[in-house]
């Protein structure tokens, strides 16, 4: 079977928010193993949205819609869905004394303009919202066809989709076997440099296939099968696997979701292992992403951010002497912040980062980007000069990620 996704709202043209709702759709189609071949934004514009669901309903088994069912005179699906369909709008009874009930729980009266939401069109199947006020719909069409209209917040499409969707979707238009998908997640290596280790996987034909997809800070490879069933997708997507970890190595920090914060953590945890972070450049970055993962205080005791020379002097041991010969930025700085942070927190780990992220304070011998980070363990103080592109925001990312992967590194090695 083949579906096709429509997101409504101009607000999703404009950028002004991301299309969440999109990634998740797909994720629970393929799972259910069906095709999907287009995605597409619209605004609130009833021509330009009857244009896109005509072209999908003629060339797609599953229509599925999100977005566009509010009270508001831009919120335009519904009418659209009637006159796409040449279906009449009915009051639903039963949906009319939900939304009543949503007001009253929360004693606010409910305004005339709500009552639209209440409007279902002919022979179609009105889903419950458990959390908003509008329905999802389910709507059979043309014999063997679907338009699926769900709610674009996330909070209410979600349950509709797991509670309702799903199974119908899963009675009536499972495809022939199942799709899943695996992310390999890398870092410390440039979207060129994974593409020329794995050239050849990523020209692979289905039923397995892989993808590539570059971050800020990480390049992913997605692999994705389809098979008979899921045990079978899964070996497809082992041997692949298996090849990429050959050929990557240690440049592999996890996999799927997986941040490389949580693997620090982790991996302290397994070890046995306290850490105290002192950083500048980064901002406090590195130790907003520890605490990050629930459970991190039991091996990430204490952090400071000492940004000004004055802090880095008083907090951090750093002699005035020493910040004026060599610089804050310099590797005589950071090798003193990662050991006086140690002796202070009493850990068994340390990380010193200290750099110029932007977009002032460049020098010529101390380009833009210039990052040092030092890690302090029991026998040693390892050092790393880094240099970093992107603007301010990006350095300060790309730095953070470098100091966990130097952590990560060290515990796994």
Known sequence: MQAEIISIGTELILGKIVNTNAGYLSRELSNLGIDLFYQTAVGDNKLRLLTVLKRAMHRSDIVILTGGLGPTVDDITLEVIAQATQKRLILNAAVLKDIKVHFQKRHIPMPKNNMRQALVPENARALKNEVG???????????????????????????????????YLANNFAGEGVIISQAIRTTGLAESQVNQKVKDILNLKPPVTVGIYAHTDTVDLNITAKAKNRLQAKRLIQQIERKIRRRLKEYIYGENTQTLEEVVIAALKKAKKTIAVAESCTGGLISKRLTNVSGSSKCFPLGIVAYSDKFKQSLLGVPKEVLAKSGTVSKETVRLMACNIKQLAKTDLSLGVTGIAGPKGATKNKPLGLVYIALATPRKIQIKEFHFHGDRDAVRQRASQAALDLIRRYLTS
């Open 133 to 167: 006020t509008a329905p999802g719909l389910i709507i059979p069409y043309d014999e063997k066809k679907v338009l699926i209209a769900l709610p674009g917040v996330p909070q209410e499409l979600k349950p509709m989709m797991q509670r309702d969707v799903i199974k």
